[in-house]
C-alpha cells in the first residue's frame, strides 16, 4: 500500500506546505489516507477483497454442481429440460439491464449528480424486484410441479414428468442444487436491494459527492458481482439440459 | 483549492456509448448461448456455455465494474480471486477424473464391480454421493 501511495502523490497536486499545516486537508478526505485517490482506491480495494471470498462461496457451489453434474449427467440434462428457458432468458435480461442502470447511477455519482445517482438506483432496484418476482413465479412453479427436493418431491401425479421417473433421486439431486443456488442467488440480491435502501438514505443526505462516492461505487460491484454469478447459473441450469 | 485535490481528472467516467455497447454485446451474447442451447454441438455443449459465459462475465468485470480503469493493486486483487477460482475447480476435477470406481467420470472402470457390487434394488442409498457408493465406502474409497 505504502509504495502505490507514494507513486500517488507524486500524480496528485498537494498544496504547498501540507505537512506543516495538519488540518488543512480537504474536507472529503478521511485524516488516515494521504489523498483522494489513495482514499478512493483502497475503498474500492476492500470492497474488491470482500468480492473475491464471494467469488471463492459460489465457486464451491459451481464445483459441486460440476462434480456431480459429470456424475450423472443424464439425470442432469432431464431435470434441466424441466426448467422454463422462457422466464430463464427474460430474468437474464433484466438482471443484465440492472446492470446497466447501475452502471449509469455510478456514472452520475461520479459526476456529483445525486438526483441522477436516485434515478438510476430506482430503476435498478425495480428491474431487481421484477427479478425476484419471476423467481417466485419459477419456484412456485416447481412446487406445483412437485419438483421441490425433499418429501414432497415428485408428490402428485406425475404428468409431463414420466421421463424422470427411472432416475428419480438424481433429478432431485439436480433441484437440490436449482433451489440451493438460485436460492443463495436470490438472497444477495434480496440483501442488495436492502442495501440499496440504505444507500439511497445516504444519497438523500448528501454524503454522495463528485469526489467521495465509494458507497455508490462499492454497493455498484456488489450488483454487478450478483449479476455475474447469475450469467453462469442461467446457461448451466437452464440451458445445458437442452 | 478544491480543483488541486480534486482527483476528477483520474476518474475514468464511462461515457454513455460505451455502457450502451457493452450491454448490447451482453444482449447480443445472451441470445447467442440461448441459439446455442438447442444446436446439437455434442459434447462442446457445455464448452460453448462456458465460454459464452466467461466472455459475459469478463465484459463486466472489466467495464460496468471499471477494472479495466481501476488501480494495478484491484486488478491483482480481482485477477487473484480467478486464479483461486481455477485452483479450486482443478484440483477436485483431477480428483474424480483419475479416481478409478467413481461411475460416470472418464477413469470410471470395472474395478469397482468386485469390490463393491452395486444393488439395483436400493437406489436411494447412493443419494448425495457421486461415487454413487454409499455407506463405508465413499468415493474413491477401497
Known amino acids: ?242 | 483549492m478544491a480543483e488541486q485535490h480534486s482527483s476528477t481528472s483520474h476518474i475514468h467516467i464511462s461515457p454513455l456509448w460505451l455502457n450502451l455497447t457493452i450491454f448490447s454485446s451482453l444482449m447480443v451474447l445472451t441470445a447467442l448461448t440461448v441459439w446455442a442451447a438447442f444446436q446439437d454441438f455434442g459434447p462442446m455443449d457445455f464448452t460453448v456455455a462456458l465460454a459464452i459465459a466467461a466472455v459475459k462475465a469478463t465484459l463486466v468485470v472489466l467495464f460496468f465494474m471499471h477494472v479495466k480503469y481501476s488501480s494495478k493493486l484491484v486488478m491483482l486483487c480481482a485477477g487473484a480471486g480467478f486464479l483461486f477460482l481455477i485452483f479450486l475447480f482443478a484440483f477436485p476435477f483431477a480428483d474424480y477424473a483419475t479416481r478409478p470406481n467413481v461411475p460416470g467420470w472418464p477413469a470410471s472402470t470395472d474395478v469397482a464391480a468386485p469390490l463393491e457390487p452395486r444393488d439395483p434394488e436400493m437406489p436411494s442409498t447412493n443419494r448425495g454421493s457421486p461415487g454413487g457408493s454409499g455407506g463405508s465406502t465413499g468415493p474413491g474409497g477401497v
Open chain 1, 1 to 242: 500500500m505504502s509504495s502505490a501511495a507514494s507513486t500517488e502523490n507524486a500524480a496528485s497536486a498537494q498544496p504547498p506546505g501540507h505537512g506543516h499545516v495538519p488540518h488543512h486537508h480537504h474536507p472529503e478526505l478521511s485524516h488516515h489516507f494521504e489523498d483522494l485517490r489513495q482514499q478512493r482506491d483502497s475503498l474500492t480495494l476492500g470492497m474488491w477483497a470482500f468480492l473475491v471470498q464471494e467469488i471463492m462461496f459460489f465457486g464451491g457451489l459451481f464445483c459441486a454442481f460440476l462434480v456431480y453434474r459429470t456424475a450423472h449427467t443424464e439425470a442432469f440434462n432431464a431435470g434441466s429440460s424441466h426448467l422454463d428457458v422462457k422466464w430463464g432468458t427474460i430474468n437474464t435480461v433484466v438482471l443484465i439491464g440492472s446492470s446497466l442502470t447501475m452502471a449509469l447511477a455510478v456514472g452520475q455519482a461520479q459526476r456529483g449528480n445525486r438526483k441522477g445517482v436516485v434515478t438510476w438506483m430506482l430503476a435498478t432496484g425495480a428491474l431487481g424486484l421484477t427479478f425476484l418476482g419471476i423467481k417466485a413465479v419459477e419456484y412456485t412453479s416447481k412446487w406445483e410441479h412437485g419438483l421441490v427436493p425433499g418429501r414432497f418431491f415428485l408428490r402428485g401425479d406425475h404428468h409431463g414428468l414420466e421421463d424422470i421417473l427411472p432416475m428419480a433421486d438424481k433429478v432431485e439431486l439436480f433441484y437440490g442444487f436449482y433451489f440451493v443456488m438460485t436460492g443463495m442467488h436470490a438472497l444477495h440480491m434480496i440483501i442488495g436491494i436492502g442495501l440499496m435502501v440504505w444507500v439511497l438514505i445516504e444519497t438523500f443526505k448528501g454524503k454522495v459527492t463528485q469526489n467521495r462516492h465509494a458507497i455508490v461505487e462499492n454497493f455498484g460491484l456488489y450488483w454487478h458481482f450478483v449479476d455475474i454469478v447469475w450469467i453462469f447459473l442461467f446457461p448451466f441450469l437452464y440451458l445445458l439440459g437442452r
